[in-house]
């Protein structure tokens, strides 16, 4: 690590700490040439994942992006924060350990359902109208029926 004050690449780690529960690494270090003590932090850098819109074109996996629509189809409705934040959690974790490199927007929108469904059946209709691009009442209809 290059130290902040004299550019030198020669330190010692002083103390190291685990932070945000086991996710990365806190290191004190000393500069061996100039003394000056830095802080620095380690972490995992995510693989990067594609998502396969529809259309075909291909875009970063965006968890906002996720949390947005979320947390639309859940507007007005007795759903917590804390409960968005933990959708949005399971499903990118399920994501990032059943797709390498790419996966479709059918099986995002599929599992995003899923964890709706359970938490709430308005926002899971919500979401799925959107999701489903329902074409007239009477898909949204039978989209509620099967809900029974």
């Known amino acids: 690590m290059r130290c902040p004050k ?14 945000k529960e086991g996710a ?23 693989e990067e994942l594609k998502v396969i819109k ?4 291909r875009e970063d996996y965006d968890r906002d992006k996720l949390r947005r629509g979320i947390t639309n189809a859940c507007y007005k409705r007795p759903v917590s924060s804390d409960d968005i934040d933990r ?39 919500r979401f799925a109208s959107v999701y489903r691009k329902f074409k007239d009442v009477e898909e949204f209809i039978e989209e509620i029926r099967a809900l029974k």
């Open 6 to 19: 004299c550019g030198s690449n020669d330190d010692k780690v002083i103390d190291s700490r685990a932070v």
């Open 24 to 46: 990365g690494v806190r290191r004190r270090r000393e500069c061996i040439a100039c003394a000056c003590r830095f802080t620095t932090i380690e972490g995992i850098i995510p």
């Open 54 to 57: 529809n259309n075909s074109i």
């Open 87 to 125: 959708i949005v959690e399971e499903v990118s974790a399920s994501l990032f350990r059943d797709f390498d490199k790419e996966v479709s927007s059918r099986e995002i929108g599929n599992r995003v359902m899923e964890q709706l469904r359970k938490v709430d059946q308005v926002a899971y209709v």
